[in-house]
């Protein structure tokens, strides 16, 4: 679904440290995705420290340093939109949205494989929920506000992707992203 090319993406470069990327459609475009782990912290380390590191916190850390980028009086809502739009801006890049789609086919058609990619999506709201806390206020683990805020988020995400592959990409990402979060509005 929505990440799975961004964990892909992100294994390719975790096991390709030194710039060699894999043959194909996508070998080139890996590279200048914000969504591979071509940052410092990542390719400085060790092969052996960087191949434990999971994709899904990767992409999960990367959310929450944007989220944390934010400015501090806006939104939580208003942030996590600008946060997806680099999620926006991958897939609709033409070489990795093209990637995307492929993989999606993929993962929708074997069962395991979807429900492994729900459990990766689950963990990068986990890796947000601090920051989001922070941004809240709604501090305490106890208080469901800050999870469900961020969970109807990444729902809304998960449904604009889903549209986007059933209408053959018919309206930019993006578009379809604003409409699904402007469905819903935290109070």
Not at 104 to 119: F, G, M
Not at 122 to 132: D, F, I, T, V, Y
Not at 151 to 158: K, N, P, T, V, Y
Not at 166 to 185: E, H, R, S, Y
């Amino acid at each position: 679904m929505c990440f799975c090319v961004i964990l892909l993406s992100s294994c390719s470069a975790i096991h390709f440290p030194s710039g060699n990327a894999p043959a194909g459609p996508s070998a080139a475009s890996w590279r200048s995705s914000p969504w591979t782990c071509s940052s410092k912290r990542v390719t400085t380390r060790p092969p052996s420290t960087t191949w434990r590191r999971r994709p899904d916190e990767i992409v999960g850390e990367q959310l929450a340093e944007d989220l944390a980028a934010r400015p501090a009086g806006e939104p939580l809502w208003v942030s996590l939109r600008q946060v997806f739009g680099r999620v926006a801006e991958h897939f609709e890049s033409e070489a990795l949205g093209t990637a995307a789609v492929a993989m999606e086919k993929i993962v929708r058609d074997h069962p395991a494989l979807n429900a492994s990619y729900l459990e990766r999506v689950s963990r990068m709201q986990e890796l947000m929920l601090e920051e989001a806390r922070t941004r809240t206020g709604w501090r305490d683990p106890a208080d469901p506000r800050t999870a469900a805020i961020v969970g109807a988020a990444f729902s809304c995400l998960i449904a604009a992707w889903t549209t986007w592959l059933a209408t053959n990409q018919a309206q930019p990402f993006g578009d379809l992203l604003d409409q699904t979060m402007g469905a819903i509005q935290p109070t």
